[in-house]
């Protein structure tokens, strides 16, 4: 009999948990003459390879495909997928658990078009629905069109949202088969992925998935999401830099000190392009991302960039140190200023003057500053526009805020 349906499932440990209970509903509530299966076991180093060579013994239509090392969701599945025999190819997690139900019904439910999904969800990023591909049957014209899942998203998710906007862009029909709900199927879900000793910083590799898609797909909400809903400023090689953010940069510029700089907050590190070439600079930022961001910009040769927290960082002698919109978001931020006079010749800071509480959101944790909390510096002010003026603009309908701009050097 002709192979109608290929089940591929990937596998990464968890056998008696979740790998066992998943095939044997399938055995139990499948009709097996005419389905393939196909196990892509990668980095299993418990009872999984003596099970599936049981199986072997059980199952005509099995195929095992065995890698020693942990491969992600996306390479696990496309090395299932490059195995198959049918033109119906079903990519099924190994944390499911097929339901009560007459033989079969499940496939037929699920055989609607080009790819099928029992969960559709709405991506953010794509603007469009997409299906989650714990339990999902495509046919193989789509592969062969598209190609396989984006093995660039590792583990962490996201290539089912990449695929489903692919196939789209392709022409296929997307059918959502859940039928509200009443699918004969139960999935765990994220079985694997949360488990710890299985799969470490989940949502932190989730996260980096979502920018890697963003990049592509919605620069919009890329740079939305890097600045942590505009807690900081975000801009890339390249980019043109606002005026007020450009305008402090220069004025830094100017009232350097000496070739060993630090900047704390760095963000993307797009303020190192406003600076000589020859100085040593070295960017700290609290966000890990952030940094990696930094760093793939090669702003400058010397530039350095460090995932940091300032409260344990252990800061060296610099010449010349720099924190622009730092302070107010730091609970004991006038206690990290005169540790930082501690560390430097030269301490050039920018803070939002007498800001009131909720006016630049959650992010700011210290209201109400003004020149009297920061004794011995000397001052200037940048207005909502980016105009630097040695007095405060009247805060009106034209100048909604100011910042203070602020240098104190070791006499």
Same mark, same amino acid.
């Given at each position: 009999?002709?192979?109608?349906?290929?089940?591929?499932?990937?596998?990464?440990?968890?056998?008696?948990?979740?790998?066992?209970?998943?095939?044997?509903?399938?055995?139990?509530?499948?009709?097996?003459?005419?389905?393939?299966?196909?196990?892509?076991?990668n980095?299993?180093?418990?009872?999984?390879s003596?099970?599936?060579?049981? @199986?072997?013994?059980?199952?005509?239509?099995?195929?095992?495909?065995?890698?020693?090392?942990? @491969?992600?969701?996306?390479?696990?599945?496309?090395?299932?997928?490059?195995?198959?025999?049918?033109?119906?190819?079903?990519?099924?997690?190994?944390d499911?658990?097929?339901?009560?139900?007459?033989?079969?019904?499940?496939?037929?439910?699920?055989?609607?078009?080009?790819?099928?999904?029992?969960?559709?969800?709405?991506?953010?990023?794509?603007?469009?629905?997409?299906?989650?591909?714990?339990?999902?049957?495509?046919?193989?014209?789509?592969?062969?069109?598209i190609?396989?899942?984006?093995?660039?998203?590792?583990?962490?998710?996201?290539?089912?949202?990449?695929?489903?906007?692919?196939?789209?862009?392709?022409?296929?029909?997307?059918?959502?088969?859940?039928?509200?709900?009443?699918?004969?199927?139960?999935?765990?879900?994220?079985?694997?992925?949360?488990?710890?000793? @299985?799969?470490?910083n989940?949502?932190?590799?989730?996260l980096?998935n979502?920018?890697k898609?963003?990049?592509?797909?919605?620069?919009?909400?890329?740079?939305?999401?890097?600045?942590?809903?505009?807690?900081?400023?975000?801009?890339?090689?390249?980019?043109?830099?606002?005026?007020?953010?450009?305008?402090?940069y220069?004025?830094?510029?100017?009232?350097?000190?000496?070739?060993?700089?630090?900047?704390?907050?760095c963000?993307?590190?797009?303020?190192? #392009?406003?600076?000589?070439?020859?100085?040593?600079?070295?960017?700290?930022?609290?966000?890990?991302?952030?940094?990696?961001?930094?760093?793939n #910009?090669?702003?400058?040769?010397?530039?350095?960039?460090?995932?940091?927290?300032?409260?344990?960082?252990?800061?060296?002698?610099?010449?010349?140190?720099?924190?622009?919109?730092?302070?107010?978001?730091?609970?004991?931020?006038?206690?990290?200023?005169?540790?930082?006079?501690?560390?430097?010749?030269v301490?050039?800071?920018t803070?939002?003057?007498?800001?009131?509480?909720?006016?630049?959101?959650?992010?700011?944790? @210290?209201?109400?500053?003004?020149?009297?909390?920061?004794?011995?510096?000397?001052?200037?002010?940048?207005?909502?526009?980016?105009?630097?003026?040695?007095?405060?603009?009247?805060?009106?309908?034209?100048?909604?805020?100011?910042?203070?701009?602020?240098?104190?050097?070791?006499?």
């Amino acid at each position: 009999m002709t192979i109608q349906y290929t089940i591929v499932i990937p596998t990464y440990n968890n056998c008696e948990k979740y790998l066992k209970p998943c095939i044997d509903s399938i055995i139990k509530w499948t009709d097996m003459a005419d389905v393939e299966l196909v196990i892509s076991a990668n980095g299993c180093i418990d009872n999984t390879s003596r099970y599936l060579h049981y @199986l072997e013994t059980s199952i005509p239509n099995l195929k095992v495909v065995w890698n020693d090392e942990p @491969l992600g969701f996306a390479k696990a599945t496309n090395e299932g997928i490059k195995a198959t025999s049918a033109s119906k190819i079903i990519l099924l997690n190994n944390d499911t658990i097929l339901l009560e139900q007459p033989k079969n019904r499940w496939l037929n439910m699920l055989d609607k078009g080009d790819v099928n999904y029992v969960l559709g969800q709405y991506s953010e990023i794509t603007k469009r629905r997409f299906g989650i591909f714990f339990c999902a049957l495509i046919d193989c014209k789509v592969f062969n069109t598209i190609n396989f899942l984006n093995e660039d998203y590792g583990t962490g998710g996201c290539e089912d949202i990449e695929f489903c906007l692919k196939a789209e862009q392709a022409g296929f029909s997307l059918v959502d088969c859940g039928n509200n709900g009443t699918f004969p199927i139960y999935h765990k879900a994220e079985g694997t992925m949360l488990d710890p000793s @299985l799969v470490q910083n989940w949502y932190d590799k989730f996260l980096l998935n979502q920018l890697k898609l963003a990049e592509k797909y919605n620069k919009e909400w890329y740079y939305w999401r890097l600045s942590n809903n505009y807690e900081r400023a975000i801009f890339l090689k390249d980019d043109t830099v606002f005026p007020r953010e450009t305008q402090r940069y220069e004025w830094a510029n100017e009232n350097l000190f000496g070739k060993n700089v630090l900047e704390i907050g760095c963000s993307t590190g797009y303020g190192v #392009q406003f600076f000589p070439s020859d100085i040593e600079y070295l960017g700290l930022d609290y966000d890990p991302i952030i940094v990696n961001i930094a760093k793939n #910009q090669q702003w400058l040769p010397t530039a350095k960039f460090e995932w940091a927290d300032i409260n344990s960082y252990e800061l060296g002698q610099y010449d010349t140190i720099i924190a622009f919109e730092v302070i107010e978001h730091l609970d004991n931020g006038l206690e990290i200023v005169k540790l930082l006079q501690s560390h430097c010749k030269v301490l050039l800071i920018t803070v939002p003057h007498n800001e009131p509480k909720g006016f630049w959101g959650e992010h700011h944790k @210290l209201h109400g500053l003004t020149e009297a909390d920061f004794p011995d510096f000397k001052f200037e002010y940048i207005d909502e526009h980016g105009n630097i003026t040695s007095h405060l603009r009247a805060v009106d309908q034209n100048n909604s805020c100011n910042l203070m701009i602020c240098r104190w050097e070791n006499a």
